[in-house]
């Protein structure tokens, strides 16, 4: 009952098959009394012209939102006093590289308020960074009524920069005291089922 199999398939592959006389007219026949041809070429038509349409106001939209509703930094999570900022300029305002900066600095700010688990046990602690937080927050709106004021310099670009970093810093420092208290109840938990 073993066969080698390539010796199969070449024999199989050196047979010429024949279609029997007018297979293809038959099929071809049934195929437009099943579907006409004009029938066939409208429904790829009219779906190829509702995808080119979808695509492009999907693009457009996307466009028009982006270039014309930038996200402002201001209206992100850490930034608990809104001030009415027409006219003023900000660090993003001064150049690209300083926009990302900023850009950068403010997401991952949020990033880190958005993962922290808040329970009654850390609620204490959590409140604490939180209110160092706001401080950091306050001297930044500080920092950038300065650069309205006095215009920029090096100085306060510095210190707007440091700031981000001190809060991002600030943090990532509670996430680190959340985890040891979290690992430590845990420590305490597989002792006291041991």
């Known amino acids: 009952m073993?066969?080698?199999?390539?010796?199969?398939?070449?024999?199989?592959?050196?047979k010429k098959f024949q279609l029997k006389e007018g297979h293809e007219d038959r099929f071809m026949e049934r195929l437009d009394r099943e579907m006409p041809p004009s029938q066939r070429t409208s429904r790829v038509w009219v779906l190829s012209i509702a995808a080119t349409v979808l695509v492009l106001i999907s693009v457009g939209a996307f466009l028009f939102t982006s270039q014309d509703n930038p996200i402002p930094?201001?209206?992100?999570?850490?930034?608990?006093?809104?001030e009415d900022d027409k006219g003023t300029i900000s660090?993003?305002?001064?150049?690209p590289d300083l926009e990302k900066v900023e850009n950068y600095y403010l997401a991952s700010i949020n990033l880190e308020l958005?993962?922290?688990?808040?329970?009654?046990?850390?609620?204490?602690?959590?409140?604490?960074?939180?209110?160092?937080?706001?401080?950091?927050?306050?001297e930044y709106q500080q920092l950038n009524k300065e650069l309205n004021t006095f215009g920029p310099n090096d100085q306060t670009i510095s210190a707007l920069i440091k700031n981000l970093q001190l809060r991002l810093e600030l943090l990532q420092k509670l996430k680190?005291?959340?985890?040891?208290?979290?690992?430590?109840?845990?420590?305490?938990?597989?002792?006291?089922?041991?």
């Open 2 to 14: 073993e066969q080698d199999l390539r010796k199969l398939f070449e024999t199989e592959r050196d």
């Open 73 to 82: 930094a201001e209206e992100v999570v850490v930034d608990a006093e809104k």
């Open 91 to 95: 660090l993003g305002d001064l150049s």
């Open 114 to 138: 958005s993962k922290l688990e808040v329970s009654p046990d850390n609620k204490e602690l959590v409140d604490s960074y939180m209110e160092q937080l706001a401080e950091l927050n306050r």
């Open 176 to 194: 680190e005291k959340l985890n040891q208290i979290k690992s430590s109840k845990n420590e305490q938990l597989s002792t006291i089922q041991a």
